[in-house]
């Protein structure tokens, strides 16, 4: 009889959580900071006056809505317009109004692994701008781009806003930048936000508000382990700590243990043993120049078109075609 292979872990979430809470130093992904609470965290911390980025980049679009408009129209009769995580689509609206204003051809293809965030995009779009021919894609961002562009020759446009790449190691974002390219064709465009490196006090400001949002926000993680994998973590005894080193321009989330503890996960069947001022490593977010960018893009068979930024030079919107 042949041996069955034991499953320790019933999700990745678990598996995760128990490598980043055994290894030396710690660490947790904050892809796991987002669930319902962190969904709203996320939604109060673009809000806030200190977080810059998201009033840079629509900033961008809606100064310079016409410029984006003729560069996507450019050289063809219709396009799709791609959407890699639909969010509320505040910004992209302003694009697509535009897009309506100008008569121009296109189908907008809204990608999001959440049903539910696809339904609220399609609904306040039926409501707000009901002329726009919506097509939602449920799914990873790479079976649905897969998907459509099996199906179809038309031109894509497909966007990365919000500086979601800088959550990303180098590596890591060059991976993601060589598999969007490979499904890309000759005239098609990639459009992706980039935070950019700036007075490095802009940017602990942005990371570690007064008012305690992101620190909400990166402690949702031990929330989450609470909750969903029966941990007992005491948030009180963790502090929201960030660094940023400006010149690789990379900042960092920890979570400090502010004093000897041990924590329970049941279903982990783990006790995780935290020394006096240990940490947790859970974000990195990275700020880009020109000269990176340039590097991710050419490690990734890419080139830049062009670039818009915003009146305070504080963000970049790069255009890539394939090189
Ligand atoms: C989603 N992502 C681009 C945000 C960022 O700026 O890294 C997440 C975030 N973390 C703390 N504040 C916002």
Do not use: C
């Amino acid at each position: 009889m042949q041996k069955q292979t034991e499953t320790l872990f019933e999700t990745q979430f678990e598996e995760e959580v128990h490598t980043g809470l055994t290894d030396y130093p710690k660490h947790l992904s904050s892809k796991y900071f987002y669930d319902e609470k962190g969904d709203k965290l996320f939604q109060d911390i673009m809000n806030m006056p200190e977080y810059y980025l998201t009033n840079a980049e629509f900033d961008i679009f809606s100064t310079q809505t016409e410029k984006i408009t003729q560069l996507f129209a450019k050289d063809s009769e219709s396009f799709n317009l791609i959407e890699l995580g639909a969010g509320d689509g505040m910004k992209t609206k302003i694009l697509l109004q535009n897009l309506i204003d100008n008569k121009v051809d296109f189908d907008y293809l809204p990608i999001d692994i959440s049903q539910n965030v696809l339904d609220q995009l399609s609904n306040s779009l039926k409501n707000e701008i009901p002329e726009v021919p919506v097509k939602p894609q449920q799914g990873t961002y790479f079976e649905a781009l897969e998907k459509i562009a099996a199906l179809t020759e038309a031109k894509k446009v497909i966007l990365f806003l919000g500086s979601n790449i800088g959550n990303l190691l180098h590596p890591q974002a060059i991976e993601f930048l060589t598999q969007v390219q490979k499904l890309m064709r000759e005239g098609d465009l990639f459009f992706v936000g980039f935070d950019q490196k700036k007075n490095p006090q802009t940017i602990l400001d942005a990371y570690n508000d007064q008012t305690g949002i992101t620190a909400a926000f990166n402690k949702n993680i031990l929330a989450r382990i609470n909750s969903e994998l029966g941990g007992n973590f005491d948030l009180d005894k963790f502090l929201h700590w960030e660094v940023y080193n400006p010149e690789t321009g990379t900042a960092k989330s920890y979570l400090v243990s502010k004093e000897q503890q041990s924590v329970t996960i049941e279903k982990l069947d783990l006790i995780a043993d935290f020394a006096p001022w240990e940490t947790i490593h859970t974000e990195i977010s990275q700020k880009y120049d020109d000269k990176t960018v340039e590097w991710l893009a050419e490690k990734s068979g890419l080139q830049i078109e062009t670039q818009f930024t915003d009146s305070k030079n504080q963000y970049k919107n790069y255009v890539f075609k394939k090189a």
